[in-house]
Each structure stands twice: as C-alpha cells, then as structure tokens.
C-alpha cells in the first residue's frame, strides 16, 4: 500500500512539472494549440492511473515495468519547442482531439480497470473494446502522429519510434498475462485485432 501511494504521488508531481513547462512554451506560442492537447491528454492518462483500482495480479518483471513506464512517461522526453509543420497546426490538433474522443470512448468502457504494469483487472468487451483487443492504444496512437506531425523534429521522431515499440512490447505483455483467463482466450478469438483493424 505504501509502495502505491508513494508511486502515484510521484506521478502527479512529475506530471504537474511537465504541465508546467508545457505551459510556458504555449505562453511563448499561443497558437500551438497542439501543445496544449498534449498536456491535456496526458494529463488524462496519468490522472485516470491515480485512481485506478489495484489488482490481485500484475506483472513485475524488469522488462514489462520498463515497457510501461517508457510507454506511460515518455512525453517528458518530447521537444516542446516549436518544430517543423508537415501539416497545420489545425490538422494535427484535430489528430489528437479525434484521438482523446477515442480513448475517452475506450476508457469510459473500461473504467476503473485502467492502469500502467500489465494486470488482470477483469476481461472487458464492451463498447470499444467490440472493435479491437486494445483500443486505448489506437487513440495514444492517433495523438501522438497528431502531435508529430505539427512538431516534428529529430528528437520527437526518436521518442514517438521507441513510444510505439515499446506500447507493441506492452500490449504482448499484456496478454501474455491475460491468456490465462479462459474469458480473456473466449474473448481474442471474437476479437482478432489488437490495435488496427485489419492490420495488427
């Protein structure tokens, strides 16, 4: 119990610096409305792991652990400077509002089952989740090529290429755990794809 409060209370600490430096580039910039949704949906992410309820199985292992905190935090090693437009700022934002309007979708369905390590917290199939394994994936995924594509830049390139590496080892770890739930096995051969639909 110790070890979860400490581990949330740091969560929002980081996450409140972050918002706070995103702030004041924005400041400098009014108009990279891009930026702003990048802190809200992290913001989002994050806050929803504060409350989530804690399961009776997780996985520890150094390798998942690694996988989800790079996947979870690794917007504090995005370049919040201006960077080059491959389109509109406009374009990009609604990228990532199209994306949060997914998650939301799939968190709303999930509920309090959300959070970081891979955990069992209760096969769900409902709402989103009819359409693929791993929808809260497919909106991280419609934001972050959002936010990419209006600030696009060597560093950013980097961090959302591991970002999506590591997401693809967590969504194995994941399962890996899952398939031991007859549900959860009932439940992949009903829904085929993880992410993309047609494609993974």
């Not at 996988?67 to 995005?78: D, E, P, W």
């Amino acid at each position: 119990m110790l070890y979860e409060v400490t581990a949330r209370a740091c969560a929002a600490v980081v996450m409140g610096i972050f918002s706070y430096a995103a702030f004041l580039h924005w400041l400098a910039d009014p108009g990279r409305a891009t930026l702003l949704l990048l802190v809200l949906t992290q913001c989002f992410t994050v806050g929803l792991s504060l409350f989530s309820r804690v399961p009776l199985r997780r996985d520890w292992t150094p390798f998942a652990y690694i996988c989800s905190i790079g996947a979870t935090y690794y917007f504090l090693a995005v370049q919040l400077g201006p960077g080059v437009q491959i389109v509109p700022e406009a374009v990009g934002a609604a990228f990532q509002v199209a994306g949060m309007c997914w998650q939301l979708f799939a968190k709303a369905s999930l509920r309090r089952s959300f959070g970081i390590l891979p955990a069992n917290r209760g096969v769900v199939s409902t709402g989103a989740y009819r359409f693929v394994r791993h929808p809260m994936y497919l909106g991280y995924l419609v934001e972050d090529v959002g936010f990419l594509l209006s600030n696009f830049g060597g560093q950013n390139l980097l961090v959302f290429g591991i970002q999506f590496a590591l997401q693809a080892c967590r969504i194995t770890r994941e399962e890996r755990l899952l398939s031991d739930d007859a549900l959860y096995r009932a439940y992949t051969s009903n829904v085929r794809y993880r992410v993309l639909p047609g494609l993974y």
